[in-house]
Each structure stands twice: as C-alpha cells, then as structure tokens.
C-alpha cells in the first residue's frame, strides 16, 4: 500500500469513527437527557421546565384520540340495541350535558390551572391526594390489558393478508357445530355423532330436541354464541377460529395455564415498540403521531359506512338500531347503563384527561375545547352505530337470522361477528386489514395517554428525573410489557376478554 492509499485508508478510518462517536453521543444524550431534543422544554415553550403543546391541534386530537376509544364502537352500538334502540338516546344525551360534559370540563380546568399531572394537581387539597394515586394506578393498570387488545388486533391484521381469509371456512381446529358443517341440516345432520334428522326437519342431540331441551346443553359445552342455522345452533366459523386458533382455547380451564404464545407475545412486544417510539420524544413526538392514529378512524368509519350501506340487509339492521323502544325508559337499568357509557367513553376520571391538558399554555381556552370534545366524542359513538349495525343486518341476512341474534359487544363484536361479515364481502382482505387497522389506531391513542399519565405524574413527584425522561417512558414500557405477558396465556386473555 502506497504512502498516497494510506493516507486515505486511515481518513476513512477516522470518519467512520466519527460518525459512530456523534451516532453514540446522540444516543446518550436521547436517553440521558443530555441531549436538548430529549426534553420536553423548548425555546419557544411557556413553561421551559415541562414544555407546552406544539401547537392547540396537537391537544386536541391528543385528547379527541383518547376520549374515542375501542369503547365507541363496539359498546354503545350495543348498548343502544340493549335498551330501546334510539330512545337510547335521550338518558344519553341527559347524562352526557349534565354529568358528562362538566366533570370532562372541570378535569381539564384543573390540569390546566395546576400545569401538573394527576399526582401533583391536588397539592392544593392535599386531603384529595389519594385521588391522584387513584388515577395513576388505573391508568397503569390500564397500561397493562389495553395493549393486549393491540396485540390481537395486529395478530389479525397479519392474518388477514391471506386470500381467502383463514376464518373464512372451517378447519381442522373447529368444533363439530361449526357452521360451515352443518349447512342444511337435513343432509348432514346424520353425519355426527349423537345428531339424528327427524322427519320434520329437525335435529336431535342424543335424544332430545335441539331446538328444546337441548339448547342448553349445547350451549354448556361449547360456551360461546350459537346463531340459528336451518333448526340447529351452530357456531360461526370466526368464532371457532378465534376461540381455537388466535387464543388457542383447548383447555378451558383458569387451573391450566398453558403454554406462553410466542406469536401473540411478539404481537405485544411489536405493540409495546410502537408505543416508545411514539412517547420516546414525549408530547413533542406524540402529538405529531396524533394525526394519523386520532384521525384515520374516522376515514374507515366513513368508507366502511359507504359499504355497509349498500349491503344486503343493512336496512334492518339500521331500523333495529334505530326504531325506539320508549317503553324502555321505564327501567332503572337503562338510566344506568347510559350514565356509565358517558363516563366511560369520555375517560374522565382516570387522570389521562389531566396530564394532557397540564401541557396547554395558561391561557388556553380549554372548556370550548372540553365541550367540543365531548360532542364529538358522543357523536361518533351513534355514527360507529350507523356502520356496525348496517353490517349486522348484512350478516343476519346471509345467514338467514334475526339481527339480535348477531348483536354482540366487546370482543365478541370486533373480533367474531365483524369478521365473519367481512369474510362475505368480495375483496375480503382490503377489508379486513382496514378494519383491524381501526381498531389498532384506536387503542393506540389511549395507550399513549394511560402511558404518558404513568410516566409525567412520577417526572411531576421527582422533577430531577425529568431529563431522563425518555429512559423513563422506556424502562415503563419495559416493565409493563413483562406484565403483560401473563396475559398471553389463555386465564390471561380470557380475564381481558371478561373485563371488556
């Protein structure tokens, strides 16, 4: 090697060095706060220690993100089936300018006012400090089960990048009663065990009426929702698919565990990434994530409005989710279960409210934001009724059924009877993965905020840990996803499942 070629060697040497050292300074000042971008405090920010919103819209698709939640779409649509359809609506909207919308309001007067999480916002009534530890531990709680509702849906949306759809038939891993088998009764009733044709057309289950006394036996061993299928109860086929082949259910028992599912652990690690990585910057990256995740919902909630009504059967389902049952205002049950939606939909109480909020400059108006949040946040809940039920009525048609016998909620609805409307749509795929991809975007804005309350309250409590605060979101995200892996066995989803 010439003088000329060593000379050369050794000046690419020494810039690759160099790039390594800036990449490694960089790093650590990212996680160890060194680095400038790795506060929250900007030059331009009102408050230099905690740092301020890039801009109003930030918070309020941070804060519109977090109030709508997976909880809009496949409860209240539920809820307003189970209780008189649209006069549903009067205990909501009552509940919602009387309680709702006040509470919602005053959370975030308080946030604002005491620029401080929910741990250091009562400081002024310390008798109330045990609220604030309230709200902390139900949003990390919350922290822990709500990303392994994004773990499933990110399973599914791999699955459903399969042409035709892998639920779309049964399989080897369904039940005797799945419905794909036993269509009609007549020519394959005789077909399995303990299941005889009588000559009216009905099918006997080791002796007894399907239709009658049987029914309930039926219904103890396969413990699921059964739609009636030319006079027998059979499961959907997603429904099989999610029970035996997404959850792996062959044990059926809380005293076994089961082995730890490394695919659905995967599913929650990628989920856990995806939540640093928006958080990693704070407010400053998060609010700029907000854009898409809070707003994307809402082009699939149009597109898929678009569809359903064009479906089949989509009528009934709107008129059963829309015909008004008045006579159901008579109940106290009704009264109830409105004033829990509106609390619940709108996430007051569980601190996430306040830290979002304490990132707004003093003189923000935030109760015209609180008001305007809290009406669109309601009115999305009737427009998610609007598409889900149009769909319902679809599927009840194609399986020759009531609409009521489809209606379901929580998991139920998202992950059994959405799937297996979808799966009859010609393009099956293009809407299953824009579907799942809803309901991802969906959970992630309430991650980020049951996330971000956990971590500013102790940054709040300990402000000398605030330039490690990247470390921080990352050592939380890190603990919580160990958590959260009890939940990847099946006593672990199935108290998910219950919760919701």
């Given at each position: 090697m010439g003088a000329k070629e060593g000379s050369s060697y050794r000046q690419d040497v020494v810039a690759v060095k160099s790039r390594c050292w800036r990449a490694l300074t960089w790093l650590r000042g990212t996680l160890l706060g060194s680095n400038q971008l790795a506060n929250d405090g900007h030059v331009d920010d009102e408050n230099q220690e905690r740092g301020n919103w890039s801009g109003r819209l930030d918070f309020f698709l941070s804060c519109l993100g977090y109030a709508v939640g997976l909880g809009n779409v496949w409860r209240f649509p539920y809820l307003c089936y189970k209780n008189g359809g649209g006069a549903f609506f009067i205990p909501y909207c009552i509940f919602l300018f009387l309680c709702g919308m006040p509470v919602f309001c005053m959370e975030l007067a308080?946030?604002?006012?005491?620029?401080?999480?929910?741990?250091?916002?009562?400081?002024?009534?310390?008798?109330?400090?045990?609220?604030?530890?309230?709200?902390?531990?139900?949003?990390s709680l919350a922290a822990i089960y709500y990303n392994i509702i994004i773990s499933w849906s990110l399973w599914y949306l791999f699955a459903s990048f399969s042409?035709?759809?892998?639920?779309?038939?049964?399989?080897?891993?369904?039940?005797?009663?799945?419905?794909?088998?036993?269509?009609?009764?007549?020519?394959?009733?005789?077909?399995?065990?303990?299941?005889?044709?009588?000559?009216?057309?009905?099918?006997?289950f080791s002796g007894r009426?399907?239709?009658?006394?049987?029914?309930?036996?039926?219904?103890?061993?396969?413990?699921?929702?059964?739609?009636?299928?030319?006079?027998?109860?059979?499961?959907?086929?997603?429904?099989?698919?999610?029970?035996?082949?997404?959850?792996?259910?062959?044990?059926?028992?809380f005293l076994h565990t089961g082995p730890l599912?490394?695919?659905?652990?995967?599913?929650?690690?990628?989920?856990?990434?995806?939540?640093?990585?928006?958080?990693?910057?704070?407010i400053?990256?998060?609010?700029?994530?907000?854009?898409?995740?809070?707003?994307?919902?809402?082009?699939?909630?149009?597109?898929?409005?678009?569809?359903?009504?064009?479906?089949?059967?989509?009528?009934?389902g709107l008129e059963f989710y829309l015909t008004p049952n008045v006579t159901k205002l008579s109940e106290s049950g009704v009264w109830k279960d409105a004033a829990v939606q509106i609390f619940f939909s709108l996430s007051s109480s569980w601190g996430g409210l306040i830290t979002l909020v304490s990132y707004n400059r003093f003189k923000t108006d935030c109760i015209r934001d609180g008001m305007l949040i809290s009406i669109c946040n309601c009115a999305t809940s009737v427009f998610a009724g609007f598409v889900v039920f149009s769909f319902l009525g679809y599927l009840a048609q194609e399986l020759n059924t009531n609409v009521k016998d489809v209606a379901q909620s929580g998991v139920?609805?998202?992950?059994?009877?959405?799937?297996?409307?979808?799966?009859?749509?010609?393009?099956?795929?293009?809407?299953?993965?824009?579907?799942?991809?809803?309901?991802i975007t969906l959970g992630l804005d309430s991650q980020f905020t049951f996330v971000e309350t956990a971590v500013t309250s102790i940054l709040d409590r300990w402000p000398h840990l605030r330039r490690y605060k990247t470390l921080m979101i990352m050592t939380f995200c890190i603990v919580v996803f160990f958590l959260g892996l009890s939940m990847c066995t099946h006593p672990g989803w199935a108290a998910v499942a219950n919760r919701l």
């Open positions: 308080i946030g604002q006012f005491s620029s401080s999480g929910p741990l250091t916002c009562w400081e002024c009534a310390p008798l109330f400090r045990g609220i604030g530890v309230g709200m902390v531990l139900v949003s042409n035709p759809l892998p639920w779309a038939e049964c399989g080897s891993w369904s039940t005797p009663l799945c419905s794909g088998r036993l269509h009609p009764v007549t020519e394959n009733c005789n077909n399995w065990a303990n299941l005889t044709a009588q000559s009216n057309g009905t099918c006997w009426d399907a239709n009658g006394t049987a029914e309930s036996y039926l219904y103890g061993i396969y413990n699921a929702s059964l739609a009636r299928l030319h006079g027998i109860f059979v499961r959907a086929s997603s429904n099989d698919y999610m029970n035996y082949v997404a959850l792996q259910d062959k044990l059926g028992s599912r490394w695919d659905m652990s995967l599913c929650l690690l990628l989920a856990w990434i995806i939540v640093f990585l928006s958080l990693s910057k704070g400053k990256s998060s609010g700029k994530v907000v854009y898409f995740t809070a707003l994307f919902p809402y082009a699939v909630l149009i597109i898929l409005l678009i569809r359903g009504v064009t479906l089949p059967g989509c009528g009934n139920g609805l998202a992950f059994i009877v959405y799937p297996q409307a979808l799966m009859k749509l010609p393009g099956s795929t293009f809407w299953a993965i824009l579907f799942f991809l809803m309901l």
